[in-house]
C-alpha cells in the first residue's frame, strides 16, 4: 500500500466486504463490546481511520481509553496498525487510561494530527456493554463532519486492512518502545492534565477551602476520572482520603451505568440531597468528560450550571480577563443567554453535540460553552471536561465564601429562573420512536399560532444550524416549540443510544426576578408535560407510561 514505507514489515489482511457499521455523520462507532470481539471489526473501522485522517504518515497520534472491557487489547491492535501505516510516534498512557479531556490536551501540546480514544462514554461497560471508538482531530475536537464524512466513504470501499507482525509493548512502564519503526511513548496520563488545571485555577485557594470543615465527595463511578481526582482532590488539594469514591477504574464500572445524573449516581445524590454530612458532591461519567455538580439539599442543572460559570468567570485565574463569548446547544436553556445579554458578550445557539462548540473556540468567538447533558467545557481544550468544571465550582466557592444553594439563589435572584427539565424515554422500539417524531415534524407548520399549555405557539420549527465561521449548515437538529412566553419544548431523537430509539423531551419555563424562584422543577413544568403528552401521544405511541430517566 502506498501511505505504509517500504522498510516497514506488515500484515495485509483481506476483507471480503466493506464495512457497514459506520453511522454517516457520527465523529466515531459505538456498539456492543460483543460485536467489537468479531473478527477484523476493531481493525476495519480503525483502518479507515488512518487512511483518511490527514497526516498519519510521519505524524504523532495519541491513543488512550476509559479503561472499560477490551481497552488494553484494543490499544495493541491500534499501535500495531499505527506502526503499519507509517505513524511516527504513538503517544499513549499507563494502563491505557486516559480520560477524553485529558485526550484532547494532549494531542492539542503534542501537535498530534488527532487521537482514538477508546470509550462509550457513559454507556455501561464489560462483555456483556458497550464499547466505542471516537476519532478526534488535530484541534483536539470531535472529529469535524468532513472528516467523519471521508472516513464513512473510506469504510464503504474497504478490501483489508495492515497490520504490523511486531508484538506490541505492555502498558504498565513508562518509557518510550519500538514497534517496528514507530516510536510508542508510554506516559502518565494524569500529569500533563493536572497541570493543565494547576494553570486555570488557584489550587492555594481551593486547597484551604478542602482543609477547613467543607466536606466533598466525589464520585469517579469506577471510570476513568478515579485517578485525576486523587492525585487532584486528595493528593494536591489536601481533601481527606475516601473524598473519591468509586476511584478505581474498572473494566465494567463494578457493574454500573457511569452516568453522573440523579439516576444512575444516585448513592451521591443520596448524600448531597438526604443527608447532611457533607457540602459539595460531583461526579463525572466513563471517560471523563460529563460532569454533574450537587451542593447540600441542592441538584445544579447542568445549564444552570454553565450560566453560573459563565457569571463567575472572572474569579478564576484563567479566565480573570473575561470571556469572549458562550455557547450552548439548542436544547440547553437559556440561562447562560440571559447571563450573556447582562454581561455584554456573545451567545450562541448550537446543535447538540461537542464538534460544533470546535469552530467558535478555535475561532475564539466563545471561551465557555456547554450543554444540557452535564457537559461543561471551555477553551483550555476541545472536549467537555468533567474535572475542570468540578474545580471551576470549588473556585466560585472558595472565592465566594457561600455554598452552591446561596450561589443558585443568588444567581436566580439577578437572572431570573429557568425551570428546566428532561424526559428521556430509552430503549423505545425504533419504528415507534420514528413514526411518533415524523408525525409531530409534519405537523409543525399547522402548530404555529395554535396553543400549547395555553400559551401560543409563536415559532415551531426543525433546528436548522449555520455555523457562523464556515457557513455550513446543519438541518433537523431537532423538532421546537417556542411558546409567546419564552418556555419551550424541544423534542429530539438521541444520536448515542445502542438499542432501539431514545426520546428526549426537553421543557423550559422562565420566571423573571421577582416571580416564585423556589418551585420544584416538575411541578413547574407539569403543564408543559402533560400538554406534549397530549400533542405527541408519547404513552401511546412508545407503550412507556412514564420516562426512564427524568432529570
Ligand atoms: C447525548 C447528549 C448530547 C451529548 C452526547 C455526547 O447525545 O444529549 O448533549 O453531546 O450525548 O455526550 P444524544 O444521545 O442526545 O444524541
Ligand atoms: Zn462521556
Redesign the pocket.
Known sequence: MSHSPSDNPLLRIDLNQPFSDQKPGTSGLRKSSRQFQTPHYLESFIEAVLRVLPGVAGGTLVLGGDGRFGNKEAIGTIARMAAAHGVARLVTTQAGILSTPAASHLIRQRGAVGGIILSA??NPGGPEGDFGVKVNGANGGPAPESLTEAIYAATQVLDGYCISPAVAPGLDVIGTYDLGPMKLEVLDGVEDYVALMQQLFDFDRIAALLRSDFRVAFDAMHAVTGPYAIRVFEELLGAPAGTVRNGVPLQDFGGGHPDPNLTYAHELADLLLKGNAYDFGAACDGDG??NMILGRSCFVNPSDSLAVLAANATLAPGYAGGLAGVAR?M?TSAAADVVAKELGMACFETP???KFFGNLLDAGRITLCG???F?TGSNHIRE?DGLWAVLFWLQILAVRGCSVAEVMAGHWNRFGRHYYSRHDYEAIASQAAEGLYRRVRNQLPSLQGQLLAGRSIVTADDFSYVDPVDGSVSGGQGLRLLLEDGSRVVL?L????TQGA?L?VYLESYVAPGGDLNQDPQLALADLTSAIEGLAEIQVRTGMAKPTVIT
Not at 494 to 497: H, I, N, Q, V, Y
Request: glycine share 20%; charged share 35%.
Open positions: 462514554s457513559h468528560d460529563r446547544s436544547p447538540t453535540g461537542w450543554e444540557e447533558s457537559g467537555k429530539r438521541s444520536g448515542t443510544g431514545t428526549r
